[in-house]
């Protein structure tokens, strides 16, 4: 990915980019340099031309004409752009769990925006997303930083997210019946499988699918969602004392994905000190 300081082309994240899509992660597709419409037509500053708008077969039209073949109340697909802008976000989150982009460096969202073939509009709202989530924060007239983060803030999402979720999971051991936990099992096979990969963006999307599912049963759509957040936030990438991200290793993902399947068997067998130690355990490695 190239940052706003001059690289050499082809390291680091920009290879993700260059073929329009992270490893192990959401794919962007790659679109000549314009936002591709539904209809076929280029979407410029995010509304969808349609059929007609800069050639083809349509090319003859011109504005405030119409064509017999073509109603002229067609609706343009607005919502283009808010998938662009989705499908960059998703791309964004899945190079920041990777370690793609570097906690502390400055990424320009023009030079990014060029690199997945869109405007810079698109990549801007996409980082001012992640800047509402404490991802990254705006530099003026430069671009956005990507935050600098230490393992005490780590511990503190740990605690946090530890609040939450052992009360509603002790509830949901004493309430839920053992074959409804039984349904789970493949979310929690997914993440043994996507820590087996290395991958921790990969990873990191199952684990966040099956706190989530597990989390769902309660009923209380509310309480998944923020801790849902407090759980991306908690992949982020860390950095260590030598300046580079302390990744966790593929050992780590394996043990992390091996308290799913045995929190799982706890819950389905309602032994609630089980669950209670290995939830907390859970959250302890998480930190």
Do not use: K
């Not at 119409?66 to 802008?85: F, I, K, L, N, Y």
């Not at 309480?223 to 990744?247: D, F, I, M, T, Y």
Request: aromatic share 4%; hydrophobic share 40%.
């Amino acid at each position: 990915m190239e940052r706003s300081t001059q690289e050499p082309a082809g390291t680091g994240v920009s290879q993700g980019l260059d073929g329009g899509a992270f490893d192990g992660g959401a794919r962007v597709p790659t679109q000549s340099r314009a936002e591709r419409a539904p209809g076929g037509g280029p979407v410029r500053g995010g509304v969808g031309l349609g059929p007609g708008s800069g050639g083809g077969a349509g090319a003859g039209a011109v504005r405030g004409e119409h064509t017999h073949g073509e109603a002229a109340s067609r609706p343009r697909p607005a919502v283009q752009r808010a998938s662009v802008r989705g499908q960059i976000l998703d791309a964004l989150r899945t190079a920041l769990v990777g370690g793609e982009l570097t906690p502390g460096e400055v990424y320009s969202a023009p030079v990014l925006g060029e690199r997945f073939g869109v405007s810079a509009t698109p990549v801007r709202e996409a980082m001012q997303q992640l800047a509402l989530e404490g991802a990254v924060e705006v530099v003026p007239n430069r671009g956005f930083r990507v935050v600098v983060r230490g393992a005490r803030e780590l511990a503190e999402l740990a605690e946090v997210r530890a609040l939450i979720e052992v009360p509603v999971m002790l509830r949901l051991a004493r309430t839920v019946p053992a074959e409804r936990w039984a349904q789970l099992r493949p979310l929690a096979e997914a993440t043994v499988h996507a820590a087996g990969s290395g991958c921790r963006a990969t990873y990191a999307e199952s684990d966040r699918a099956f706190h989530r599912a597990v989390l769902g049963l309660c009923g209380n759509e509310q309480l998944v969602g923020v801790a849902e957040e407090l759980h991306r936030r908690s992949q982020w990438p860390l950095v260590g004392g030598g300046g580079g991200p302390a990744a966790r290793g593929r050992a780590d993902l394996v043990a992390d994905a091996a308290e799913h399947m045995a929190l799982l068997e706890a819950l389905g067998a309602g032994d609630l000190d089980v669950v209670r130690a290995l939830v907390r355990e859970h959250f302890a490695g998480a930190a």
